[in-house]
T-cell receptor, first 112, second 115 residues
Framework: GENVEQHPSTLSVQEGDSAVIKCTYS??????FPWYKQELGKRPQLIID?????GEKKDQRIAVTLNKTAKHFSLHITETQPEDSAVYFC???????????FGTGTRLQVTL | EPEVTQTPSHQVTQMGQEVILRCVPI?????FYWYRQILGQKVEFLVS????????KSEIFDDQFSVERPDGSNFTLKIRSTKLEDSAMYFC?????????????FGQGTRLTVV
């Protein structure tokens, strides 16, 4: 089955700096890669996603890149703010199945 | 904005007891899922459900677990004889197409504590 690895497990940046979180996946049939933000005790919330026919997608301060050949995708947050502090999960879904396989999460801390 | 709702928000149960976690998916969605998250760990897939039957399940989803769509709106997860290791946050999710094509919307979760 699909296996998703995520790095780093924790990331501390100063307000205004950029943050990058990286994920790799194993199943070359995966075709949809969402990123979720989870605040303490709350539900995972989709912040951005990318499909396998696209290499990059941007939404204001957030961008995601996908390298299908290398089977990795990354989340980029620019001009970080304290409210960006949360746990971020990447996920992937195989082409023929509907479940999401999540990475292990990255705890992002934005310090003043 | 439509959302997935789950009840209860927190359930405490004694080991060996049965629990039923309830979910109301978004009304026009066709695919339903249960995930769980042990405290401090990643979100893990349990089961997906489409057209009134299980479409996929993980190795976690053993004979102690079952799902049901008893009416047109509710989607339930039953754990027959709870164990301490079942303590986790359980999330229900729904999507209008297979998860490979569109967003899965998550409910706010039910925190299950087995004592």
């Amino acid at each position: 089955g699909e296996n998703v690895e995520q790095h780093p497990s924790t990331l501390s940046v100063q307000e205004g700096d950029s943050a990058v979180i990286k994920c790799t996946y194993s199943d070359s049939a995966s075709n949809y890669f969402p990123w979720y933000k989870q605040e303490l005790g709350k539900r995972p919330q989709l912040i951005i996603d990318i499909r396998s026919n696209v290499g990059e997608k941007k939404d204001q301060r957030i961008a995601v890149t996908l390298n299908k050949t290398a089977k990795h995708f990354s989340l980029h947050i620019t001009e970080t703010q304290p409210e960006d502090s949360a746990v971020y999960f990447c996920a992937a879904t195989p082409g023929t199945a509907s479940k999401l396989t999540f990475g292990t999460g990255t705890r992002l801390q934005v310090t003043l | 904005e439509p959302e997935v709702t789950q009840t209860p928000s927190h359930q405490v149960t004694q080991m060996g007891q049965e629990v039923i976690l309830r979910c109301v998916p978004i009304s026009n969605h066709l695919y339903f899922y249960w995930y769980r998250q042990i405290l401090g760990q990643k979100v893990e897939f349990l089961v997906s459900f489409y057209n009134n039957e299980i479409s996929e399940k993980s190795e976690i989803f053993d004979d102690q677990f079952s799902v049901e769509r008893p009416d047109g709106s509710n989607f339930t997860l039953k754990i027959r004889s709870t164990k301490l290791e079942d303590s986790a946050m359980y999330f229900c999710a729904s999507s209008d197409l297979a998860g490979g094509a569109t967003e899965a919307f998550f409910g706010q979760g039910t925190r299950l504590t087995v004592v």
